[in-house]
């Protein structure tokens, strides 16, 4: 009889342990489910912002006909790759002598780069240099915003960096700022909102 209820005991105590084990290894289940549903969930969002800021960038076109035209730089010209907004028609007219006085204001840059000693802390330094070309084509070739607005200013977040990266250059071409979507240079900042967007993503899919 004593060793039948040892026995009893003890096979109470191992389905015990089971079924506490068993459901240890449920609620992991069920946790990672939930935590797997919670990424994908915000995945979807990034995912919608990221065709939202695209959309928003695309829009432009739409918005500004017919004073504004969709065209493009020719390969050749200096400014061909950094400038894809829209332009006026007079500003696309004048594309040949504007990409020279872009080339002008990089080349005058340059030279003072090539002079310095030390590239990483004398001004110009080359964080400087990384983003002129941008700022002097976006200066020379503005961006068309509408009827009234054919030349648009340069974004105000390219010149606070520009202002940043290049104090002891003249900031005469960020007198006149704009934070409208149709601001020249619009298109980097969109840019800059895609890679986080899909950084995030990356970032809560592996963790």
Same mark, same amino acid.
């Given at each position: 009889? $004593? %060793?039948?209820?040892?026995? @009893? %005991? !003890?096979?109470?105590?191992?389905?015990?342990?089971?079924?506490? &084990?068993?459901?240890?290894?449920?609620?992991?289940?069920?946790?990672? $489910?939930?935590?797997?549903?919670?990424?994908?969930?915000? @995945?979807?969002i990034l995912m919608t912002l990221l065709?939202?800021?695209?959309?928003?960038?695309? &829009?432009?076109?739409?918005?500004?006909?017919?004073? #504004?035209?969709?065209?493009? *730089? =020719?390969?050749?010209?200096? #400014?061909?790759?950094?400038?894809?907004?829209?332009?006026?028609?007079?500003?696309?007219? +004048?594309?040949?002598?504007?990409?020279?006085? &872009?080339?002008?204001?990089?080349? @005058?840059? *340059?030279? !003072?780069? %090539?002079?310095? +000693?030390?590239?990483?802390?004398?001004?110009?330094?080359? =964080?400087?240099?990384?983003?002129?070309?941008?700022?002097? #084509? &976006?200066?020379?070739?503005?961006?068309?915003?509408? +009827?009234? $607005?054919?030349?648009?200013?340069? #974004?105000?977040?390219?010149?606070?960096?520009? $202002?940043?990266?290049?104090? =002891?250059?003249?900031? =005469?071409?960020c007198s006149k700022t704009s934070d !409208?979507?149709?601001?020249?240079?619009?298109?980097? %900042?969109?840019?800059?909102?895609?890679?986080?967007?899909?950084? @995030?993503?990356?970032?809560?899919? *592996?963790?």
């Amino acid at each position: 009889m $004593k %060793q039948n209820e040892e026995f @009893l %005991q !003890k096979f109470g105590s191992t389905i015990t342990r089971n079924l506490s &084990a068993n459901s240890r290894n449920s609620r992991k289940i069920i946790s990672n $489910k939930i935590n797997t549903s919670g990424k994908l969930f915000i @995945l979807v969002i990034l995912m919608t912002l990221l065709s939202c800021v695209v959309y928003k960038a695309n &829009a432009q076109i739409a918005l500004t006909e017919p004073v #504004c035209y969709d065209t493009n *730089l =020719d390969p050749e010209d200096y #400014c061909y790759g950094s400038v894809s907004w829209n332009m006026s028609v007079a500003v696309f007219n +004048e594309r040949v002598t504007r990409n020279k006085l &872009a080339l002008s204001d990089y080349s @005058l840059l *340059l030279s !003072k780069w %090539q002079a310095n +000693e030390d590239r990483s802390t004398e001004n110009p330094t080359s =964080d400087c240099l990384a983003i002129a070309r941008d700022i002097y #084509c &976006a200066y020379r070739i503005p961006s068309c915003g509408g +009827e009234g $607005k054919e030349e648009m200013p340069i #974004c105000g977040f390219m010149c606070t960096l520009f $202002k940043r990266r290049c104090p =002891d250059e003249n900031h =005469d071409l960020c007198s006149k700022t704009s934070d !409208k979507s149709t601001c020249s240079l619009s298109e980097m %900042q969109n840019r800059i909102m895609q890679i986080m967007i899909i950084s @995030l993503g990356l970032l809560f899919l *592996l963790y």
